[in-house]
């Protein structure tokens, strides 16, 4: 039976209690964690979400009717205990916070009892996550995800204060807004009032944060909810949230200036690691040629080489047609890594052909000077010694070379380069490198739509000396956008908008939409941008995947309070559900099961 | 042709620039309020979000070209402007910020041109509503909308901080939840993955938040946006935004406590108003047997009289059946209005029957001792006399009468105590009066469902007093449960929330719910309170609806940027819109307009 709180007020969290307090009357109010009872003695761990204190319970400082209840508290019950504090006893805990004191108690409720939860409360649970998320709210009792929900309030909330010292506005933008047949798929909300129509729930405060530059907010931010539809990953959810800003009269290195130094307050305040500013910063191009990748992992070398030149003329058909078809041969070296058996070489040719390569060719420098290659059959002599030289191949190296398009190059070299570091575990949690990636492409070729699509987004500028190619090569047109980049994960991107008919027209040409087209889409902002629209630019960043990284974690679900898995339900609620009939009569839709897809 | 920026950079907003800083060059761009030329100098009003300040062009400060195409500037066009500060050579104006000084420009530089707009930029804009909306980003450049947006980021911004003082942490909760068939219509969102199912966007985090305090969270806020599909009223918009919080191990003094420290802290730091603490408490009974209404509007008096012992056994038939069907007659007393024209009273009664009222009985007491009645040939002398005492009804008060069962003479007369302070003009916006109305009734009768319904919710605490009545008496069991409640407006509300399974059967119980049908609306929550729940309590602001307060605005699309209308639409975006035949077919959903509603 539950006892009532009445008459008690709670003095102090659980670990507010200190040396200080040794002699005062307290009262505490918490989670039993375990109690055990040696030598007449009961030690009782409570635990609330600041962490545990010891309690202790002894016959003579509580009654009879006290000491035996407390005999019989289990692990989850809810308890208040007013006592006194004392110096501990027995040896002094340097593990706890409150490991010098003991609550030596006077008093005891039972506020609330509990059943054997279905999995202990503990930090670092092996408990499979199935089953964590169907009873979540035992889960969040953890201390590791209570520390990231509280890390997460504090980013949240040092963001807030440093944007509005920096002079942002927080203006809220609609959650109920009008689908666009642009970007990802759109979760639809039907309309009751209007039967047969729909509203989309934002990907992004995109169109609405320009719309707020034109009315002249001048800087806005937003910690907001965004929804896509689209088949999850594991660092994806259906909804997610953003830190997301615009700012007019502004040109790129005023974005990234106002930024970084956002960054290094957060990671100063939260973590306190200093950020050297300013923050290095790399064009897509070199990151692409260094490290086959926009977002580099900069905690680790192994970088890429273009062995082009080296190869060329050799008569390996691999690299011949690479190079031939307008491709490239590049390579890494992975130190040390010369002895790798073959078996897990084979793996990471298997592992390259998940990233689109056709093959790998590799060279194993073996620690007596010979040398282990899938392709040296095929090569003269002096082109492997070619090849080695390029890479600086030491014995005991491992080279590997991947060879095609460049984009296939990169892709592959890029992602091996990762997994190496991590089996060679180069990635330090503790290390945090961050890189602004700037100069990114305007445009890339579609294949699938034939046409060349915007990188970014349409409203993206491109960077005023490369105007002049955007009807010569539009795909050398590089594009005045950037991404933050930290431990090869990106954390956030954005760009400077096109404030100018002229050149937005253009766009929408090397798109190859029409004007009508163009209109049906971006009518409003169009619109908008006819009666004074400000220079703008703006950035947003992944708010999940930013405290992930911050609090080292693996997964944006242990970040996020109510997380949804693969199939996007909720394993604690059981959304999504059926409705009524009468609710989808008064929306007008009926279901049509034979159409669905019936993927899980 | 627009000009680029490129080469200059913003030093000052408009309004920044003052006489210290006379003498000195500065760059600002910003909004063409107005330009006039004035016996050749051209006088420009820049505007940007901070105010406007003015600037000259006079040739031989400015280059022919400059001073040209300043000639040319209009409304709207988006210029930079490079120019020595002076002090102001014409007269000084004193409503201007910047009213005594001005620019003198060396440099001008049209970023943007702008066509005509649609409507003047200006304060208090007489441009119809509907033509603002459609384009609300010309709107959203006006000076009061903006001081309302600015008000609304720091309202925000500040109960943030005081929360998080206050060792609150902000959680987010899912936006795609559970739809659930209790309360108001949810919006849902049809699922890809599972057809046929649907999540429901949140009418509230409640559950959630309950189940945080469960997970030993303590104090949680969120400052979130919620949904409701009903029909929109002036106040009401399909979403909306709470400031959300429930505390741990308290009882209803300690979240009054808080939540007046933040009422004062908001009202002193964004209005510089002083809020006397502790804020006063009334009884639900008070508030409707004082002002016939449970937020009551406390800046003017006419409180109402229940005069049922002085009519008790008088013959007029509209009192005698409402006391003898166990109702009861009150009355108001409108001072000074004893001469109200007939027409006017009329009006009066007309009001009173859209609140329920079948008829109005008064006593106008005319200036010269005479007295005209609607009933007085019903009663007996000394039963008007008394009924003119009772409201204390000097010569030239108007005295109104209603009668019927309590709630219809409550609603009819606090009603009309509202409508007469508006017509006699005593509601001053510059004052604000705070109540915590208590004690809410735990039940009330619903009597199209032919049981009782929770008054709050389902989880609200009764108060341990009235408990036992619980089987006897629920319509008389009074709930730990209190809304705030300022100058006459329903701020916030929230309670004690059940947080013992006995408590909670018996309310089921009361509620008429099995307990399988109690499983089946709250199972997740009922199977958390399992494991170890603490007592708590929380509350909820419409932030809307204070921002509209503290700025001193009728609606509550004057506090939203991007508001939707009465039909649930977006003017700017039409929103909801038709979407692709695909997305249905990938939904599994089929629009059936025969079966939708068609109102508009």
Known sequence: MAESMKGLKRTHRCTEV??????????????????????GIIFL????????????????????AGFEKAGRLRSEFVVAVVGKVEARSGAVNEKMATGEIEIRAKQLRVLSEAETPPFPVEEESKTKEELRLKYRYLDLRRPDLQRNLMMRSRVAMLTRRFLEEEGFLEIETPVLGKSTPEGARDYLVPSRVHPGNFYGLP??????KQLLMCSGYDRYFQIAKCFRDEDLRADRQPEFTQIDMELSFVD????????????AYLFRE???????????????????????????????????????EAVKGCEFAVFKNALEAGGSVRGINAKGQGGMPRKKIDKLVDYAKDYGAKGLAYIALQEDGSVKSSFAKFM??????????????????????????????????????????????????????????????????SEEQNRFTAMHHPF????????PMIKTNPGAVRAKAY?????????????????QNDVQEMMFEALGFTKEEAYERFGFLLDAFKYGVPPHAGLAYGLDRMVMLMAKEDSIRDVIAFPKVKDASCLMTQAPGEVDEVQLRELGLKIDRAEGQTEQ
Chains 1, 2 share one sequence.
């Open 18 to 39: 200190s040396k200080a307090n040794i002699g005062e009357t307290v009262t505490l109010m918490g989670w039993v964690q375990k109690n055990r009872n040696k030598g």
């Open 252 to 263: 790129v290195d005023d974005v990234i200036d106002v930024n970084e130094r956002m960054l």
């Open 45 to 64: 761990d409570l635990r609330d979400r600041s962490g545990i204190v010891q309690v202790i319970f002894e016959e003579g400082s509580i009654d009879a």
């Open 460 to 467: 993206t500028m491109p960077m005023e000396e490369d105007l």
């Open 270 to 308: 939260v973590l306190g690691v200093e950020v050297p500013l300013p923050i290095q910063r790399m064009t897509w191009q070199e990151a692409m040629d260094r490290f086959g990748s926009d977002k580099p992992d900069l905690r680790f070398g192994m970088e890429l080489t273009d062995v082009s």
């Open 380 to 445: 003269k002599e002096e082109e492997m010694a070619g090849l080695i030289a390029a890479l600086e191949g030491k014995p005991g190296d491992l080279l590997l070379f991947a060879a095609d398009k460049n984009k296939v190059v990169w892709d592959v070299l890029g992602a091996l380069r990762l997994e190496l570091a991590r089996q060679m575990e180069l990635l330090d949690k503790e290390e945090y490198r961050f890189v602004w990636i700037t100069e990114f492409p305007l445009l890339e070729w």
């Open 483 to 499: 991404d933050i980049v930290l431990n090869g994960t990106e954390l956030g991107g954005g760009s400077v908008r096109i404030f």
């Open 203 to 208: 990907q992004s405060p995109q169109l609405y």
